[in-house]
Every structure is written in C-alpha cells, then in structure tokens.
C-alpha cells in the first residue's frame, strides 16, 4: 500500500467520497473499472472496519457496494457484512438478509482485509 493513500474512516464515507463521484462520472458503468468481464485486482481505495483495514478491487460491481451503503446508513449500520473465509484471506460479504435483495446469485462484491 502507498503510504500517502488514504484510508477512509468508514465504508459510508468511502463511498460517498470515492465511489458516488466515480460512479457520477460513468453512470452507465456496472463495475468501477468500466469493464464488464476479467479481473481486476486494482484497488479502488481503502476503508477501516472493525478496527481493521479492507480493501475494495476494482472489478467490484457498483450495484452490491450502493445497496450495502443504504442499508448501512439507513437499517443495519456495521450489520451490514459478514467476514468470511478465502483460500488466500478474508473478505466481506452482504449478509443473506441484505443479499436477498438482489438478482444475481454471483456477490460481485471483491472487499478483502488489507
């Protein structure tokens, strides 16, 4: 990590400070890189979370990141995630409650601890 980058207080305040103006900018992009298909392991900015700090890729589909970011704000607060496990860390998920919001049965959601 880039020892000026910033490392935002909160997921609300990353969003509404990097991925709102990103996504204002290109509305008619479904991930944050533009892409539609291959990963991307760039990071698009980093936020603390449980006292820890996580990391949000770039191939992250805006869609789960907005409905996260209400829920957040208006229902579940820190309830909004889950950690869980992977071959090589840990990432945050939606949990089933949030999840079942969506259509897709893919996260799209690529947030790993830093």
Do not use: C
Not at 8 to 17: K, M
Not at 93 to 110: K, P
Request: glycine share 4%; hydrophobic share 30%; charged share 25%.
């Amino acid at each position: 990590m880039n020892s000026t980058e910033k490392i935002y207080s909160s997921f609300p305040s990353f969003i509404e400070r990097i991925i709102l103006p990103l996504y204002l900018q290109n509305s008619n992009h479904i991930r944050l890189d533009g892409q539609s298909s291959k990963g991307n392991r760039d990071v698009a900015g980093r936020f603390k979370y449980k006292e820890q700090i996580w990391k949000v890729h770039m191939d992250t589909h805006y869609e789960p990141l907005f409905l996260a970011h209400y829920s957040w704000k208006y229902k579940t607060g820190e309830r909004t995630f889950v950690e869980e496990k992977t071959n090589s860390g840990t990432k945050l998920s939606l949990t089933n409650e949030i999840n079942s919001f969506r259509n897709s049965r893919f996260s799209y959601l690529y947030i790993y601890l830093d």
